[in-house]
């Protein structure tokens, strides 16, 4: 397998594993609730959210699903929800700085601490 093919293998299952497992473990921790009924009522959302790439875009389906079948308090979804959709940009920061740092290797480029720290 090539290097290219494992760095997506690894990311791809990285994302999965920390979906499926990880914030379902902290949503039950937390909440002692069902998280999979959580997120099958999330399911349009975040369907929108896969098709259009945009958080934002899914926002308005996201604010029905949350007051309508999930029940939560529309205080809660007004405040948290949009600033949920701006500063949920780390995966994304992080997904960035780790390909660029792949890339690198992968050409057989040294980088330095200066180097690294600027990425």
């Known amino acids: ?45 975040m369907l929108t959210a896969s098709a259009t790439a945009s958080t934002a875009a899914a926002l308005p389906v996201t604010f029905r ?16 929800l949009p600033i949920g959709c701006n500063i949920n940009m780390d995966g994304t920061a992080l997904f960035l700085s780790v390909a660029s740092v792949f890339v690198c290797q992968m050409n057989s480029m040294h980088l330095g601490f200066a180097q690294l720290a600027t990425i």
């Open 65 to 80: 699903a949350m007051e309508g079948p999930l029940r939560i308090d529309p205080r809660i979804t007004r405040f948290v």
């Open 1 to 45: 397998m090539s290097q290219l093919a494992w760095f997506i293998a690894t990311v791809t299952v990285g994302v999965f594993l920390y979906q499926l497992i990880v914030m379902q473990l902290i949503y039950f921790l937390f909440l002692r609730r069902n998280p999979y009924k959580f997120y099958w009522g999330l399911s349009q959302a």
